[in-house]
């Protein structure tokens, strides 16, 4: 069975790190480019942040530029997004999505295609 699964989300307080971590089992997430999307009650879907399956490239939201970092580990089959100084505004349901790659990293956070994979899904809440 082909899945994603994200975990790493919470509560912290404005101000916090938390780190979320995207897994796969079925296949290899090396050979897609990764987006972390994030939806929050009343807003559109966004993109905040792409890395190429190679993870030579990498896109940041406006939003979160500056704060959040993603990453790949190989090794561990996982992408992980660090998210700094979080503020209130960050407050979402977080995805990890894959897609087999042919958009640039940029149009992949910006278009929002459909993704070949989607995880479950998990809850930042950032709130004091």
């Known amino acids: 069975q082909l899945q994603l699964v994200e975990s790493g989300g919470g509560l912290v307080q404005p101000g916090g790190s938390l780190t979320l971590s995207c897994a796969a089992s079925?296949?290899?997430?090396?050979?897609?480019?990764i987006a972390w999307v994030r939806q929050a009650p009343g807003k559109e879907r966004e993109g905040v942040s792409c890395i190429s399956s190679s993870g030579t490239s990498t896109y940041y939201a406006d939003s979160v530029k500056g704060r959040f970092t993603i990453s790949r580990d190989m090794a561990k089959n996982t992408v992980t997004l660090q998210m700094n100084n979080l503020k209130p505004e960050d407050t979402a349901v977080y995805y990890c999505?894959?897609?087999?790659?042919?958009?640039?990293?940029?149009?992949?956070?910006?278009?929002?295609?459909?993704?070949?994979?989607w995880g479950q899904g998990t809850q930042v809440t950032v709130s004091s």
């Open positions: 079925g296949f290899t997430l090396d050979d897609y480019d």
């Open positions: 999505a894959a897609d087999f790659p042919y958009l640039t990293v940029q149009d992949l956070c910006i278009k929002n295609p459909m993704y070949d994979y």
